[in-house]
């Protein structure tokens, strides 16, 4: 095509193109040219936050320069892709890096500087993208750093909600929620594509009909369209130009108006349309490991799998190969079972639009399909009521059916007369009204099955899916990959000064790219100038971290005090708890000794950070507790400071980059069993901070690669846990008395009315203490005394602390990712050539 252009043409693109190269004046050149045109302000009325959206355009100038070189190296080569389904996307600030990734750190930060603005106030302007809750959001942002790094040809694809997770604020030590209106200001990092729209149907009629093969064909007939638009968001590489893409979908009226109730006089019912369809992608659902069976959100679920379908379907038929080849071009990762709709329309497209014979086309979905298992918890696995589906999906819910009668056919051939196993394994679960079991869906259409950690891959074949097991025979469809979290956030970013202390350790930048490369560091560990500079890291960030804890909750803390970390979502399983209650037994140690005494002990900072779900009423309840609990310890002169306790609101990915980085000790204390793997686990020790845990996902992992020295854990096994809820249910087991006394301390008004609290205090007693907190707390009490024990020994900490950061190689996400590449998708890197501009 482009040959065809007359030579005067392409001259003028030779001439004009490419103008956004990396040096600092090109930069220079281009924020200025943004001030005064994209932001239409001048030299005389640029703040802060306009130089961060000028050097943010600048960036993207340069950014969409290398997604199109990627996006066209991919489609030449035309090999095999990913596409990763993930209803969540935790991706955090984009500029700094972009700015890493891009190599333009350096030239950015002086030409920002000589423009008269200071890079570190620039960053500090941008706001979170937040749409994802936790730690499954941020695993899909950590993986496709990972999948851009390393060369592969890899697509996100998930929903561009207007409101991400809800912004956290306290009032009178309770959790109040704000919206997220992310989208407030433009937002530089996302290219809107409103070319690229595919409608969504709900609702309708299945209509039969007979086809010119005489073959018996269904055909639906949606009768509510909405429009799903792209925006794309483009994910750079470290090292390397490969740009990733993650396509973000926003619904939108099909139509404008519905001219005929306009003519009407039913204005407001014509508008009222309009507005439900931009309802879809309205807002992220704020639960973390909890369903929540709401219409809205199963529309979210098919409105997203269409439209990525429809997108990977076209873009797979261009290049004109037999559907049998579709799994040969054709990888898609289902992040949990949130898209496991995609399973069904995908056997829908092939069947009811292709006409591809039933059994080739299921062919196909399995051989396209792999699943990642990220839960065991009962409350978060997803049934949808048949009858909801049904309405709201009438052709799918009869493909279901289908599959599901297909596949017990199978089950019943392998194991005749096997009644509970049928009903044990069918999709359907057989109730009133009957529930499509999305789990059992995902596991029979997908040929690769993966739990995130070793354990929680061995729990899952023993619990939610042992009789798949059964049937499928031990390995064939069961695998492990365990979790990995990106180096350069979570440490090149986060913590500059360590980074740039094993940059000049080891003599170069590789260990960013090969994680495995921080093993050099254990050679250094009694070198007296590494040490003393290793302290000085964690200290300035322990700094960093004090002034931010004043800032936002004008809580003044000690930087030499130990700073015992624990963040992420609250939630019963992961025992936030257990933990305050652990402060109460502390405070009230630290009262009843005298001045020497006190004088011995370690100073501690207790910070806590997460949000609850809006409906979740224990955990709120744990918010409030905590609160109380700081407002009564941190102003009690009598304890001289040895106590100090923190709840840092709004915790997100970015206050994450401030906290992590500063912790001497992290808290990852989940009744076994619970915590699938956990990635902040992975964040703290490679940043140098030791972990307090129990033997629980990932922990188990760290510990092994660690060793026992450097990691304190402590609690009972996950193999015990049945028969400890069974003692608690069946028998009087009395409470753990250090427990005791501490339950009698808040239930005596010490922080305040303890009415509030009694149902938080009932879940140990009434509710039979389901996370065991009473069968762990002597265990964790203990732990905590050897934490105290180990800091007073400075020296042998900072050898841990070193040790820990060393051996951490095997939890990089480019390690996940090439192991999910060869593992589960075949597919290869593809590295990108630099394109001309035209
Ligand atoms: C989380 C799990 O709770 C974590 O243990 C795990 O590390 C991450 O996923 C990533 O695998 N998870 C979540 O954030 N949301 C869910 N709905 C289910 C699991």
Redesign the pocket.
Known sequence: EIAKLPKETLALWEKYGGDETDDKEAFQKSFIRHVTTTLARSIYNIDNFSAYQATAHSVRDRLIKRWNETQQTHTEADSKRVYYLSLEFLLGRSLDNALLNLGLKDNCGEGVKELGFAMEDVLDQEVDAALG?????R?AACYMDSLATLDYPAWGYGLRYTYGIFQQRLKDGYQVEFPDYWLNFDNPWELPRLDVVVDVKFYGSVNRYTDEKGRKRYAWEGIDTVQSVAYDVPIPGYGTKNCINIRLWSSKPKRQFDLSRFNEGQYEQAVQEQMQAENITAVLYPN??HMVGKELRLKQQYFWVAASLFDIVRRFKKSQRPWSHFPDQVAIQLN?THPSLAIVELQRILVDLEGVDWDDAWEIVTRTFAFTN??ILPE?MERWPVPMVQYLLPRHMQIIFDINLFFLQKVEKAFPDNRDLLARLSIIEESTPQFVRMAHLAVVGSHRVNG?AELHSELIKKTIFKDFIQYYGNDSKFENKT?GITPRRWLHQANPKLSELITDTLGNKNWLKNLDLLKGLKSYVDNKDFRKRWVAAKHSNKVRLTEYIKKTTGIIVNSNALFDVQVKRIHEYKRQFMNILGVIHRYNTLKKMTSEERADVVHRVVIFGGKAAPGYYIAKLVIKLINSVAEVVNNDNSIEDSLKVAFIPDYNVSVAEIIIPASDISQHISTAGT?????SNMKFVLNGGLILGTVD?ANIEIHEEIGDDNIFMFGNLAHQVDDLRHAHRYRNVPMDPSLQAVINDIESGQFGDSRIFAPLINTLTLGQDYYLISDDFQSYLDAQKLVDEAYKDKEGWITKSILCSANMGKFSSDRAIQEYAERIWNIEPVPVVTKKHI
Do not use: M
């Open positions: 809750n936790g730690g499954l959001g695993l973390d490991n949990d990220h839960t978060a995130v979790n915590e699938a793997s956990g990635t996902g």
